[in-house]
């Protein structure tokens, strides 16, 4: 019975941080149509920069904590003002524009792993344990830590649900993905909104990066492997579909965590792209749908 139950907190916890990511993916995918590969790269870019700041802040006298805080704060800044920039003088261009979107995030994906790498050196880095301590719970253990980021990754997935569902934005945010040219004709300014989902989607990914900062190894291309497993997440879930993209990414956590301990990892991530083409052959819009 443990086994089963520290299967289940490990997949939790992995799933709550491709929640944020995929989450990101749709929302940009769901107002924009653009597929958006460069992703990947806000979430390693918020992870880098907090793994840089959090040394230098605490070589200033700042306690671990307090540094953190502040490095989460400039992190998520950082992105959000990359973000502007890449939405007016590229993503602003294409938008529903599937195939030239595709282009320039793949190309922008490779530009931004390179100055990073450039920037950033190649080197892996490692955070200090923020929290000591270990949690029991039904018989399955979660470091203090993990329990912590995993929750506060739970809060902003549900209020950016509940945010998407009831606020005059969301309403906004869903009338554009359901038809931007009909909520135009009713008074909804496309590109103010376009601009919002783009940067909220890349808020996501910086909060689910620099979440992530404190327990694994940081590295210039960490986002390409957590693009790939959010765009599996959102292809089962269904594009554009933000319970969708809930539902898939605690199925592939479900399917690493299990597949993991109980198989090799890669045959985990094999199980993860048979479970896709199971998906697009049986239901090709995905679980929930597109939109």
């Not at 990511?21 to 920069?49: D, K, P, Y």
């Not at 492997?225 to 605690?250: D, H, R």
């Amino acid at each position: 019975m443990d086994i089963y139950v520290q299967l289940l907190v490990n997949s939790l916890q992995i799933g709550a941080v491709y929640v944020l990511f995929s989450l990101g993916l749709t929302l940009i995918f769901g107002v924009m149509r653009i597929v958006n590969f460069a992703h990947g790269e806000f979430f390693a870019l918020a992870a880098l920069l907090v793994a840089v700041a959090v040394p230098w802040l605490i070589d200033f006298g700042a306690p671990l904590p307090v540094a953190y805080g502040l490095a989460f704060l400039g992190a998520l800044a950082g992105v959000l003002v990359l973000g502007k920039i890449l939405y007016e003088f590229a993503f602003r261009r294409f938008q529903r524009d599937m195939i030239g979107s595709f282009v320039l995030s793949v190309g922008l994906a490779l530009l931004l792993q390179g100055l990073y790498i450039e920037i950033f050196s190649s080197a892996s880095r490692k955070l200090p344990t923020l929290i000591e301590g270990t949690l029991r719970i039904l018989g399955g253990a979660i470091t203090t830590q993990r329990l912590v980021l995993c929750v506060i990754a739970l809060l902003v997935a549900a209020g950016m649900y509940w945010a998407i569902a009831s606020t005059r934005l969301g309403k906004a945010l869903r009338a554009v993905s359901e038809d931007h040219e009909a909520a135009m004709l009713q008074g909804i300014p496309y590109r103010r909104i376009a601009l919002s989902g783009f940067l909220i989607g890349t808020l996501l990914a910086a909060v689910a990066g620099a979440l992530l900062a404190p327990v694994v190894v940081i590295g210039p291309v960490i986002g390409s492997s957590y693009l790939i497993k959010g765009f599996i997440a959102v292809v089962i879930g269904g594009l554009g579909s933000i319970p969708g993209a809930i539902i898939g990414s605690i199925l592939i956590a479900v399917i690493e965590s299990v597949g993991g301990y109980y198989f090799d990892p890669s045959l985990a991530t094999i199980a993860m792209f048979v479970m896709v083409m199971v998906v697009l052959l049986v239901r090709p819009a995905g679980i929930m749908g597109n939109g």
